[in-house]
């Protein structure tokens, strides 16, 4: 049997900020997704990860740069910048927008072609690339 230490790789995850935070209460009635929406679909296409750590070990990045989140963690920010019952959507983004966050990543794509369920991670953090920038060049992504 194998067993692994995945400590490390929850441990980025948490730097990430990738635990959701609803913006609604219990008392509020359920949020209404639309399953056609842009942003939805942006959720759908990561929202299957099975937390396995072979993207993680796929990258090339993660081997020599300790402070890189991963592509699993910001594969975890994608969904939930995306999803519009996350409460904390702006300071997440600011999180992963920080050195050894989404622009550290090479866009090799060895986390996608190792992914055993399919997802493209490296199309994930593609979108929090382009979503940092549009937040900078909009407001400084202001803390």
């Known amino acids: 049997d194998l067993a692994a230490d995945m400590t ?4 980025t995850w948490q730097r ?9 209460t219990r008392h509020e009635p359920p949020a209404r997704i639309l399953s056609e929406s842009p ?7 990561g929202i299957e990860c099975i937390n396995c750590g072979v993207c993680t070990s796929a990258c090339d990045v993660v081997a020599w740069r300790p402070e ?4 699993a963690a910001l594969n975890r920010a994608w969904t939930l910048v995306n999803d519009e019952r996350h409460g904390d959507g702006a300071a997440l983004l600011r999180g992963i927008a920080r050195d050894g966050g989404c622009a550290s990543c090479h866009t ?3 986390c996608s072609e190792h992914c055993p369920v399919g997802l493209d991670p ?3 953090i593609a979108g929090l690339k382009r ?6 060049l909009k407001d400084g992504l202001r803390p």
């Open 8 to 11: 490390g790789f929850f441990e």
């Open 39 to 45: 942003a939805r679909r942006a959720v759908d296409a």
């Open 16 to 24: 990430a900020g990738g635990r959701f935070a609803g913006s609604a």
């Open 68 to 71: 890189y989140l991963g592509p």
């Open 108 to 110: 090799q794509g060895s």
């Open 122 to 124: 490296s199309a994930s």
């Open 131 to 136: 979503m940092s920038l549009a937040a900078f």
